[in-house]
């Protein structure tokens, strides 16, 4: 299945400078999605992060990460009026940083879920640019109405 900015617009609340993930290109409902982000030098973090040497937060990392979460699962429920409900973060478990990211790489997100139990979610998450992980966590996210 795959979704294009627009279609991940009608699933998660985030919008720019915030939304940071750009197209699903694989899901699979209930077990797996793989999504990316394209890292932009014109993106605002880098005004600050760091001039001169411009590394993209490991934060916004796991939070891409966890937007790719929120659209499998937003995707995985039947009938769901996403209008009305909106994924809370949970917990974040297990996060390692292995490289850093920049301005040019392409982001790929790497999502399967653990554990699903009535609104709450439990991902591994790994994130990778050139097919070398990049970060990784555990995630645990919450359906809940609006």
């Known amino acids: 299945m795959l979704l294009n900015v627009t279609d991940i617009t009608k699933l998660l609340p985030h919008r720019y400078p915030f939304l940071l993930v750009d197209r699903v290109t694989k899901l699979e409902k209930d077990k797996e999605v793989e999504a990316y982000k394209n890292v932009s030098v014109s993106e ?20 891409g990460m966890a937007q790719a979460g929120g659209i499998l699962a937003f995707k995985s429920l039947d009938n769901v009026d996403v209008d009305n409900k909106v994924v809370y973060f949970m917990s974040i478990d297990k996060a390692k940083f292995r490289s850093p990211v920049t301005p040019g790489d392409k982001l790929v997100y790497k999502i399967s879920v653990l554990k699903k139990r009535s609104a709450i979610w439990q991902f591994e998450a790994k994130a990778y640019v050139y097919d070398k992980i990049v970060a990784e966590a555990e995630l645990k996210a919450m359906i809940v109405d609006k």
Not at 44 to 49: A, D, K
Not at 51 to 63: A, F, K, Q, S, T
């Open 44 to 63: 605002p973090v880098f005004q600050g992060h760091f001039p001169g040497h411009p590394i993209y937060p490991g934060v916004m990392i796991i939070e």
